[in-house]
């Protein structure tokens, strides 16, 4: 199903096997963070985390008061999203491809 799709194209992919290494999970979450929708919900945390960042000065230098990145998509099994299908995004999919199931959006 990947090599018929066409770069620049909108797809569909949602995780369906549980992904059984930590590399494809990084993979798969790399991918997905594409999503307009996550990428919205990313940019909405890193504003709370920059208005919440509250260091103190400790030894001449700024230490502490960084709130800890909570991810939005985790690469479990059911997730899914809406990309682009550039040609890194296809490659990338061609590696975890018996995780996923890709249909055109």
Not at 13 to 34: E, G, H, Y
Not at 58 to 66: D, F, H, I, K, M
Not at 89 to 104: A, N, Y
């Amino acid at each position: 199903m990947l090599d018929k799709i066409a770069p620049g194209s909108k797809i569909n992919v949602k995780i369906v096997r549980q992904p059984t290494n930590a590399a494809a999970s990084k993979t798969l979450v790399r991918v997905l963070q594409k999503d307009p929708e996550v990428y919205a919900e990313h940019d909405r945390q890193r504003k709370i985390r920059k208005k919440n960042f509250s260091p103190i000065r400790r030894g001449g230098r700024l230490w502490g008061g960084q709130v800890v990145k909570q991810h939005p998509v985790k690469g479990r099994l059911g997730e899914g999203g809406t990309v682009t299908a550039t040609t890194s995004v296809l490659q990338d999919l061609g590696s975890v491809k018996r995780f996923i199931e890709v249909t055109p959006a």
